[in-house]
């Protein structure tokens, strides 16, 4: 099975900064790769798939990249609604894997 | 509008059964597949579950031989009947879907129905 390691667990940081998170693969997974927001207490939000393209109604400061076996979620230019719980997901056709996620806190 | 609401989250006892429902609307149910997902509370996301718009079961090891996911496309109903339910199993299920071309790509979810195992 794939595994999927996202670095790090808990990340602090201020409004305005410029934040990276990053997802690591046990194995190559090209580039399906997408990235998820959670807010206490609701259900996930798709914020990139296919590791780099943004889904509908995201706001241009989430970006993704990479391929393989490395992926990075940037977020800009953090705003107050940005501090949230962040998943990676690796995918194929018929089953998928989280990481462990990222809590992005309020520095 | 995209709407998943979820029902059928309970307490129940370790080697219990119990069968979640998921009610859809605001997209052609039957064209879709449409997936399970589950969150120990304050704890990460696991899938659970895959059925495909022709009825194709996929299933995470952790509930193979054990769970079974189901849809009734005249009710627009997803469904997952749980047995020899263990405390591992503890967690907030949700349904998701995601577009035609890629089934795990999740752009659409449910608020989650909580499942508690427990004696």
């Known amino acids: 099975d794939i595994q999927m390691t996202q670095s790090p667990s808990t990340l602090s940081a201020s409004v305005g900064d410029r934040v990276t998170i990053t997802c690591r693969a046990s194995q190559s997974i090209s580039s399906w790769l997408a990235w998820y927001q959670q807010k206490p207490g609701k259900a996930p939000n798709l914020l990139i798939y296919?590791?780099?393209t943004l889904q509908s109604g995201v706001p241009s400061r989430f970006s993704g990249s990479g391929s393989g076996t490395e992926f990075t979620l940037t977020i800009s230019s953090l705003q107050p609604d940005d501090f949230a719980t962040y998943y990676c997901q690796q995918y194929e056709s018929n089953s998928c894997r989280f990481g462990q996620g990222t809590k992005l806190e309020i520095k | 509008e995209v709407q998943l609401l979820e029902f059928g989250g309970d307490l129940v006892q370790p080697g219990g059964s119990l069968r979640l429902s998921c009610a859809a609307s605001g997209f052609t149910f039957s064209s879709y597949a449409m997936t399970w997902v589950r969150q120990v509370p304050g704890k990460g996301l696991e899938w659970v579950s895959l059925?495909?718009?022709?009825?194709?079961?996929y299933y995470a090891n952790s509930v193979k031989g054990r769970f079974t996911i189901s849809r009734d496309d005249s009710k627009s109903t997803l469904y997952l009947q749980m047995n020899r339910l263990r405390a591992e199993d503890t967690g907030v299920y949700y349904c998701?879907?995601?577009?035609?071309?890629?089934?795990?790509?999740?752009?659409?979810w449910g608020q989650g129905t909580l499942v508690t195992v427990s004696s």
């Open positions: 998701a879907k995601g577009p035609s071309w890629q089934w795990l790509v999740l752009d659409s």
């Open positions: 059925i495909s718009a022709g009825s194709s079961t």
């Open positions: 296919k590791a780099s």
